[in-house]
């Protein structure tokens, strides 16, 4: 449940310069999460873990050439 909520998230940050700057000025991970948590995502390590899973994952095969 929470994983769209980390989508959500994303969605509303490009679209928010407000809440974009908040997110951006996150020095970690637990600040990441408190700071969605704060303007009302429930966001979990789990998901940021997944997400940055995702990523590089992707960057790893744009990379290879796949």
Known sequence: M???E???LIEDAEA????RQT???CQSKEDLIL???TCG?????V???RAWQ??????MRRASGS
Do not use: F, I, K, M
């Not at 928010?16 to 809440?19: E, F, H, I, S, V």
């Not at 995502?41 to 390590?45: E, F, L, N, Q, S």
């Open 47 to 49: 998901d940021l873990w």
């Open 41 to 45: 995502y429930h966001v979990t390590r």
């Open 6 to 8: 980390l989508e959500r």
């Open 54 to 59: 995702e990523h590089s994952s992707g960057v």
């Open 16 to 19: 928010q310069p407000n809440l």
């Open 23 to 25: 997110l951006q000025a």
């Open 35 to 37: 700071a969605a948590r």
């Open 2 to 4: 929470s994983w769209s």
